[in-house]
């Protein structure tokens, strides 16, 4: 399988200790349990469905691990990986055309630019002071709806309210918590 | 649910909130997407896009319930819940269950027979051999691709295999093995008990005893017997009757098939088990003088605020020095200890003398990500690892499913500056650990003593002899949250 070009690297971008134990399994574990979430959100703001996500996430470390032996530790993990994300999120797309998602030119667009994320770890803190800042019914609701126990249409149900109501609700909870997010890093950066 | 649009490729109030949701919750329409997709040709609307995305994505890492990573290659060993995967897996399911209600089973009504790795040492897998582990199982059809090192196999009935790369070897049954090249031994210590190994040129049927083989590239076979005795038959001639070859004999089927006993001794001599790590001892191994210790810092890393520029004694502690650490280190005031989030080293300034033995300790915990390690540093790079000299990683987790049993990636601990003069095979051990660094200045080398809550799991010489160690260091790896607290030095003298 040819991995795309476009998303690696020639900056290192590893401080050397990714070279780990034997430079050789085990440093390649120790990056990829370092950089899985980050692997996921990148899946995540391409594909948006949760489900879609987990698949992609899991054939995008089944992928890594079958090339494991082509990880070169003196180049960054991260962008490696994201080409194989972005290979499986193609895949994927071309798969399954009966549901809706942006088209292969919009995620190429998207790929570059979700790619770099250098405030991943502040972008995590800052969340959770910002789910802190919501109502306890608020966190409690976006909790339920993210849990994907149930679906949003029994959710809806149990709080006698309708599946619009219920998805305009969590739009708005949603959109609270990413100016919130953007806003704390905005202070973080001019502290 | 209505909204207004806005301008051919400008957002309206809410508008592009509305739907990047309606993608998220799964009922976007055709028509949605294309004017999504007529809003993310300006550059404001995909950063907007990126950074709901992105609150989108950590919410479902942190809430969705997911499934377990699982890395395997083998489809009935699925990722378990992959709609893919899973659909796969069924397929091939039920061509396996179609093709043994053809042929039969050959263990019905009985319980199923199993093949487990049980040990491996300095073992290279082939890229083309799944990554096999210690503690996995192996079925019939299952191959090793072993380009070095060993490979230990418990087969039913009590008969171990031990395999030596390269080498090649197929399981036709759980008591029938295909050598196409390469060194093996058996040993079969059960009456009754079976094994049969076929090799290009030779069958070896063995009933009770102890052999080794050794399958050159041309396919020739080597027999040694070391207990008992064994049938030896040449492939090229299957209706002839098979040698027997006994205790202490050796016999050579050629490339062409022709069967003869030597008197050769073996190209090198046979591996009948696999070594085994050694068991983590008690210290009692390194000097130590109670009557002339004394404690030169003590840091337990308890309050809040940020850890760079403080010193142990703001916590109650004692010793010199401040501490050199990331700006985003800092001492949480919930868990009450260091909480690293950032790649880095936190380092306090300590330097070891000749004719003495310090005890340098911390407590570490990772909750996420990858390790963080405690050592010596040789200069004040907080960017970095920071780790030159003696230093011991901890992991989340040791044990990791990397194929359909978990696989162990140890903890470990190292001599020299990144990766150099690793010390033994590395410990298992995770949650919150005491980890202790002994370093005994007093000899002409400097010797090392790795402990992990008071057990020594390993020890080396420090090779150039710790030159200019200015530092106590921790040090996390990217993208892992730790906690870290009790930092201590103590030093004693000989008496």
């Known amino acids: 399988m040819a991995e795309p070009s476009d998303l690696q690297s020639d900056d290192s971008g590893d401080d050397g200790r990714e070279r780990d134990i034997d430079g050789g399994l085990e440093g390649f574990v120790d990056a990829l349990v370092s950089h899985q979430r980050d692997i996921y959100a990148f899946i995540a703001t391409l594909l948006t469905q949760a489900a879609d996500i987990e698949d992609v996430y899991q054939q995008t470390c089944l992928a890594l691990w079958k090339k494991r032996h082509q990880y070169d530790p003196r180049r960054a993990f991260f962008p490696w990986a994201c080409g194989f994300a972005k290979n499986e999120t193609l895949k994927q797309i071309r798969r399954s055309s009966r549901q809706v998602h942006l088209t292969e030119g919009m995620l190429e667009l998207l790929a570059g630019a979700a790619l770099a994320d250098p405030r991943a770890e502040d972008r995590r803190v800052a969340l959770d002071a910002c789910l802190d800042k919501l109502s306890r019914p608020q966190r409690e609701l976006l909790r339920t709806c993210y849990e994907g126990s149930r679906p949003i249409k029994a959710i809806a149900s149990s709080m006698t309210i309708s599946a619009a109501a219920l998805t305009m609700r969590l739009q708005r909870i949603r959109q609270t918590v990413v100016r919130c997010v953007e806003k704390t890093l905005a202070a973080w950066e001019g502290s | ?495």
């Open chain 2, 1 to 495: 649910m209505s909204h207004t649009p806005g301008a051919a490729g400008t957002a309206d109030n809410g508008e592009l909130a509305h739907l990047i949701a309606a993608l998220c919750d799964g009922h976007a329409t055709t028509a949605d997407r294309d004017r999504l997709e007529l809003l993310l040709a300006q550059p404001t609307a995909r950063a907007e896009y990126i950074s709901t995305m992105r609150v989108h994505a950590e919410l479902l890492w942190r809430w969705h319930r997911r499934r377990p990573l699982r890395l395997t290659t083998r489809p009935l060993v699925p990722l378990l819940g992959s709609r893919l995967v899973w659909a796969a897996a069924v397929g091939v399911a039920a061509a396996c269950l179609l093709a043994v209600s053809l042929i039969g089973w050959p263990w019905a009504g009985k319980s199923k027979p199993a093949i487990r790795l049980t040990a491996v040492a300095e073992a290279r897998l082939a890229e083309t051999s799944p990554p096999y582990g210690s503690g996995d199982m192996l079925a019939p059809g299952d191959r090793i691709d072993l380009e070095a090192g060993l490979v230990e196999l418990a087969l039913p009935a009590d008969i171990v295999v031990v395999l030596e790369g390269p080498a090649r070897l197929e399981i036709r049954e759980p008591n029938d093995l295909q050598l196409d090249q390469g060194r093996l031994t058996a040993t079969l210590t059960r009456r009754g008990s079976g094994l049969t190994v076929r090799t290009p040129t030779a069958v070896v049927t063995d009933r009770g005893t102890q052999f080794g083989l050794d399958v050159d590239t041309a396919g020739r076979t080597d027999l040694r017997v070391f207990q008992g005795a064994v049938e030896l038959a040449a492939t090229a001639d299957p209706g002839s009757q098979p040698a027997v070859v006994t205790a202490g004999n050796a016999a050579e089927v050629d490339a062409d098939g022709r069967v003869a006993l030597v008197d050769r001794p073996p190209r090198k001599a046979f591996v009948l088990t696999v070594p085994r790590p050694e068991p983590a001892r008690p210290q009692t191994a390194y000097p130590w003088h109670p009557a002339t210790a004394e404690t030169l810092l003590d840091d337990p890393l308890a309050g809040d605020g940020r850890l760079a520029g403080s010193s142990p004694a703001d916590r109650g502690g004692s010793g010199l020095g401040r501490w050199l650490a990331p700006a985003d280190w800092s001492l949480d005031p919930v868990t009450g200890v260091l909480r690293v989030r950032s790649t880095g080293a936190a380092l306090l300034p300590f330097q070891p003398e000749a004719g003495r033995v310090y005890r340098i300790a911390a407590t570490l915990q990772v909750l996420e990500g990858s390790w963080a390690a405690i050592g010596l540093a040789t200069g004040p790079n907080i960017a970095t690892a920071g780790l030159d000299y003696a230093w011991m990683l901890q992991r989340q987790t040791t044990s990791l499913r990397l194929h359909d049993t978990a696989r162990t990636i140890p903890n470990a601990a190292y001599l020299g500056p990144g990766q150099a003069g690793r010390i033994g095979r590395g410990d298992t051990r995770t949650g919150s650990q005491r980890r202790t660094i002994v370093l005994d200045t007093t000899g002409p080398s400097w010797r090392v003593f790795f402990l992990v809550d008071d057990l020594l799991i390993g020890s080396g010489d420090l090779s150039p002899p710790a030159d200019g160690i200015s530092h106590v260091a921790l040090s996390v790896f990217e993208n892992t949250v730790a906690t870290i607290s009790d930092v201590r030095v103590d030093v004693c003298q000989p008496e």
